[in-house]
C-alpha cells in the first residue's frame, strides 16, 4: 500500500484566497482525521471521520474551514477565505479500528 | 488542549547513549501511543501500549505507563544518529478512538 496519500505537498496562496487540500486514506481504513501543527500550539486534532462521517470537529478553528468526506478513499479540507494565521503544516491521518495511526506526509500551507 | 506533555521539550545525547523522554496525561485513557517525526515527514507510530499494560518492548525501545500517575516513560537504548526526531505521546482520552498528542520532545543525538 502507498499509505495516506495527501495532495498538494506544498502550497502558497495569498490572503483571501480557497484553499482545498486533499486526502487518501489507506484502503480498508474506516477513520480519517485532520491534524494541524505549528510551533506554538503543537499538533491540534481539527476534525475526525468513521466511516465517512463526521464524528468531532470541535477542534476546526472556525467556519472558514470544512472538511467532508464524500467516499471512504477522499477527504478534503477546504479554508475559503484564507488568513495569514492559517499557516501551518497540514497532516491527515486514518486507521482501523482506532489503534495505530498512519500519517501523510502533510501539506505545508503559506498564506501571504 | 493538549491532552499529553512531554518532558523534556529538547533532549541532547551522544550516540550510545540512552535517551528516556516523558508524557503526563490528565484524564483516564485506553492507550498511549509514542510517535516519532523526522524533521518534515509525517508521523511515524513506534509502540502502543494499553491501560492494562505497565511495560512493553519493541527492539530497543522501551514504554513504561504508570495508569496512577497517568504518566509513561519512552526509553531508546543505545542510540544512534538514526534516532534524532522529534518524539510524541497520543493518548485517545476523548473515547471517539481520536488522538490527542503533546508538543513533543526534540531528541538530538551525536555521533
Redesign the interface.
Known amino acids: 500500500d502507498a499509505g495516506?496519500i495527501q495532495s498538494p505537498r506544498h502550497e502558497v496562496t495569498e490572503m483571501g484566497q480557497e484553499v482545498t487540500l486533499r486526502c487518501k486514506p489507506i484502503s480498508g481504513h474506516n477513520?480519517l482525521?485532520w491534524?494541524r501543527q505549528t510551533m506554538m500550539r503543537?499538533?491540534e486534532?481539527l476534525i475526525?471521520f468513521?466511516n465517512n462521517v463526521p464524528?468531532?470537529d470541535s477542534g476546526m478553528p472556525e467556519d472558514r474551514f470544512s472538511a467532508k468526506m464524500p467516499n471512504a478513499s477522499f477527504s478534503t479540507l477546504k479554508i475559503q477565505p484564507s488568513e495569514p494565521r492559517d499557516s501551518a503544516v497540514y497532516?491527515c491521518?486514518s486507521?482501523l479500528?482506532?489503534?495505530?495511526?498512519?500519517?501523510?506526509?502533510?501539506t505545508r500551507l503559506t498564506v501571504v | 488542549s493538549?491532552q499529553g506533555e512531554e518532558d523534556p521539550q529538547a533532549l541532547s545525547i551522544q550516540e550510545g547513549e540512552n535517551a528516556t523522554m516523558n508524557c503526563s496525561y490528565k484524564t483516564s485513557i485506553n492507550?498511549l501511543?509514542w510517535?516519532r517525526q523526522n524533521s518534515g515527514?509525517?508521523?511515524?507510530?513506534l509502540i502502543?501500549i494499553r491501560s492494562n499494560e505497565r511495560e512493553k518492548h519493541s527492539g530497543r525501545l522501551r514504554v513504561t505507563l504508570d495508569t496512577s500517575k497517568k504518566s509513561s516513560s519512552l526509553l531508546i537504548t543505545a542510540s544512534r544518529a538514526a534516532d534524532t526526531a522529534s518524539y510524541?505521546c497520543?493518548t485517545?482520552a476523548?473515547g471517539?478512538?481520536?488522538?490527542?498528542?503533546?508538543?513533543?520532545t526534540m531528541l538530538l543525538v551525536s555521533p
Request: charged share 15%; proline share 0%.
Open positions: 495516506v477513520s482525521f491534524y503543537g499538533l486534532l475526525y468513521n464524528i468531532d497532516f491521518a486507521t479500528g482506532g489503534d495505530e495511526a498512519f500519517f501523510g506526509q502533510g | 493538549q492507550n501511543q510517535y515527514r509525517g508521523l511515524v507510530h502502543l510524541f497520543a485517545d476523548r471517539y478512538s481520536t488522538l490527542t498528542f503533546g508538543k513533543g
